[in-house]
C-alpha cells in the first residue's frame, strides 16, 4: 500500500521557520523524483519545489528561491522541505508528490499557517 505522509506543518510568525518532512512507504522511494506542491485558499494547487530521485538536482518556484530547500534521505525514505523567511503569502496546504514514469502519487497534506 502506497503512503505519503507529511508532517512538521502547524502556525509560525512571518520570517519564522518550518522543516516539512514526507515519509514514504509501500514503493520504491529511491527511483521517483519528489516535489512539494501547496495551495492556498482559492488558488491553484502549484509546484513549490523538487528534487530528482537521488537527489543530484533541484528545483523551486521563483517565489520561495533562496528561502527553501528540499533534500531527501533514500535510507528513510523521507523527503524534507526547509521553510525559512516564511512570508503571510506562503500559508497553504502543502502535499508532497512522487512522480516516475507513469506513477504519480500524493500525500494527504499539512497545513501551513504564516501569522503574527
Known amino acids: 500500500q502506497v503512503q505519503l505522509v507529511e508532517s512538521g506543518g502547524g502556525l509560525v510568525q512571518p520570517g519564522g521557520s518550518l522543516r516539512l518532512s514526507c515519509a514514504a512507504s509501500?514503493?520504491?522511494?529511491?527511483?521517483?523524483?519528489m516535489s512539494w506542491y501547496r495551495q492556498a485558499p482559492g488558488k491553484e494547487r502549484e509546484l513549490v519545489a523538487a528534487i530528482t530521485s537521488v537527489g543530484d538536482s533541484t528545483n523551486f518556484a521563483d517565489s520561495v528561491k533562496g528561502r527553501f530547500t528540499i533534500s531527501r534521505d533514500n535510507v528513510k525514505n523521507t523527503v524534507y522541505l526547509q521553510m525559512n523567511s516564511l512570508k503571510p503569502e506562503d500559508t497553504a496546504v502543502y502535499y508532497c508528490n512522487a512522480v516516475r514514469r507513469y506513477y504519480e502519487y500524493w500525500g494527504q497534506g499539512t497545513q501551513v499557517t504564516v501569522s503574527s
Open positions: 509501500g514503493f520504491t522511494f529511491s527511483s521517483y523524483a
